[in-house]
């Protein structure tokens, strides 16, 4: 199943979707040495014979079935609409083989919790590819998040305008923005700081959103509310505009300013009383991506089940928030219906 790359152990994947984000993982893949592509899916053959051509995969599929049955994958990457992931990670589960999917995972949770069970009854391991908690300047946040002292407030966001935005606008209807493929600023953006919070923070007692409605039945930005025992966590995303300014987390001893959330490139801390300010952040890979291939990988070769359910309780905690976020204001997908 697996094999020595030199004196590295790796594992053969397989991609599905053929967007920006399946690039970015396909090189950090090779920079991880721990997966090498071997198989690339497409609804379009031609399509995955450009990428598989373009990073020497030996292997092509028009057909998910024939390819989930293949053994020329050990583990499969799945960046398609964020509807169809449900479908497509179950039938590799299915197969044996472990899934990283990106986010958002699924459309809910009634699908997060069937497809956790059938890859814990087929022995394979699945993931939610949030690459921003995997990094080197997150983990180091959440290591010195107690220098804050007794947490007040937290403003954490990503705020991005879209190209696709621009197609909306003139009357299409891409994905992300498609009600039909479960999209949306806070599934897709909002996935990022609202992670970041709950790995930092843990599940919320109380969340309440408002979102800036799109007619076709999406959000295309908002603010949600996460409530903790003695503070407030506020959630900014959009897709439809964008910011310029930094994320701050407050707390009674101090501050911490984030560049960004996704990945956080500059970390500060600012001490309340003397001023004195403390760069925290490492240099890192220009892409990110590669650390939660390390973390998954790992994970595999050693079975590590412990971390394994700490990663899967954050990724139902995210998934949970924005479900309920979505009910208060009568978002429905299509697959809901």
Same mark, same amino acid.
Request: aromatic share 10%.
């Given at each position: 199943?697996? $094999?020595?790359?030199?004196?590295?152990?790796?594992?053969?994947?397989?991609?599905?979707?053929?967007? $920006?984000?399946?690039?970015?993982?396909?090189?950090?893949?090779?920079?991880?040495?721990?997966?090498?592509?071997?198989?690339?899916?497409? $609804?379009?053959?031609?399509?995955?014979?450009?990428?598989?051509?373009?990073?020497?995969?030996?292997?092509?599929?028009?057909?998910?079935?024939?390819?989930?049955?293949?053994?020329?994958?050990?583990?499969?990457?799945?960046?398609?609409?964020?509807?169809?992931?449900?479908? #497509?990670?179950?039938?590799?589960? @299915?197969?044996?083989?472990?899934? %990283?999917?990106?986010?958002?995972?699924?459309?809910?949770?009634?699908?997060?919790?069937?497809?956790? #069970?059938?890859?814990?009854?087929?022995?394979?391991?699945?993931?939610?590819?949030?690459? !921003?908690?995997?990094?080197?300047?997150?983990?180091?946040? @959440?290591?010195?998040?107690? @220098?804050?002292?007794?947490?007040?407030?937290? %403003?954490?966001?990503?705020?991005?305008?879209?190209?696709?935005?621009?197609? +909306?606008?003139?009357?299409?209807?891409? !994905?992300?923005?498609?009600?039909?493929?479960?999209?949306?600023?806070?599934?897709? *953006?909002?996935?990022?700081?609202?992670?970041?919070?709950?790995?930092?923070?843990?599940?919320?007692?109380?969340?309440?959103?408002?979102?800036?409605?799109?007619?076709?039945?999406?959000?295309?930005?908002?603010?949600?509310? *996460?409530?903790?025992?003695?503070?407030?966590?506020?959630?900014?995303?959009?897709?439809?505009?964008?910011?310029?300014?930094?994320?701050?987390?407050?707390?009674?001893?101090?501050?911490? /300013?984030?560049?960004?959330?996704?990945?956080?490139?500059? *970390?500060?801390?600012?001490?309340?009383?003397?001023?004195?300010?403390? !760069?925290?952040?490492?240099?890192?890979?220009?892409?990110? /991506? %590669? +650390?939660?291939?390390?973390?998954?990988?790992?994970?595999?070769?050693?079975?590590?089940?412990?971390?394994?359910?700490?990663?899967?309780? /954050?990724?139902?905690?995210?998934?949970?928030?924005?479900?309920?976020?979505?009910?208060?204001?009568? /978002?429905?997908?299509?697959?809901?219906?």
């Amino acid at each position: 199943m697996r $094999r020595k790359k030199g004196s590295v152990l790796t594992m053969k994947l397989g991609t599905v979707g053929t967007s $920006r984000i399946t690039n970015s993982f396909i090189n950090a893949a090779g920079q991880s040495e721990k997966l090498e592509l071997s198989a690339v899916y497409s $609804r379009s053959i031609e399509n995955a014979s450009q990428i598989a051509n373009t990073y020497n995969a030996p292997h092509t599929f028009d057909d998910l079935e024939q390819m989930a049955k293949s053994e020329h994958i050990d583990i499969v990457y799945i960046a398609s609409p964020n509807s169809l992931h449900y479908q #497509q990670a179950k039938l590799f589960l @299915k197969h044996n083989k472990h899934v %990283i999917c990106e986010k958002p995972i699924f459309s809910n949770t009634a699908e997060w919790d069937d497809t956790y #069970q059938l890859a814990k009854e087929n022995r394979v391991f699945l993931f939610e590819a949030m690459r !921003n908690i995997h990094s080197p300047n997150s983990k180091i946040l @959440k290591q010195q998040i107690t @220098k804050a002292g007794k947490l007040r407030s937290a %403003i954490l966001h990503y705020i991005q305008y879209s190209s696709r935005y621009n197609l +909306y606008l003139k009357g299409e209807e891409p !994905n992300i923005f498609s009600s039909v493929f479960s999209g949306g600023a806070l599934v897709d *953006l909002g996935v990022y700081p609202i992670s970041l919070a709950v790995t930092l923070f843990g599940e919320p007692d109380n969340i309440s959103y408002h979102p800036i409605m799109l007619r076709s039945g999406v959000d295309g930005g908002g603010t949600l509310i *996460l409530e903790y025992n003695g503070f407030v966590c506020t959630v900014l995303c959009s897709k439809i505009s964008h910011s310029h300014i930094p994320s701050e987390i407050h707390g009674e001893e101090g501050s911490f /300013i984030l560049d960004h959330v996704a990945p956080i490139n500059k *970390l500060q801390f600012v001490d309340s009383h003397t001023k004195e300010s403390e !760069n925290l952040e490492i240099p890192q890979y220009e892409n990110d /991506i %590669i +650390y939660e291939i390390e973390e998954f990988t790992r994970i595999i070769e050693t079975n590590n089940f412990k971390e394994y359910e700490e990663l899967m309780k /954050i990724s139902r905690i995210v998934l949970k928030i924005t479900e309920t976020a979505r009910k208060q204001n009568n /978002i429905v997908f299509e697959v809901e219906k």
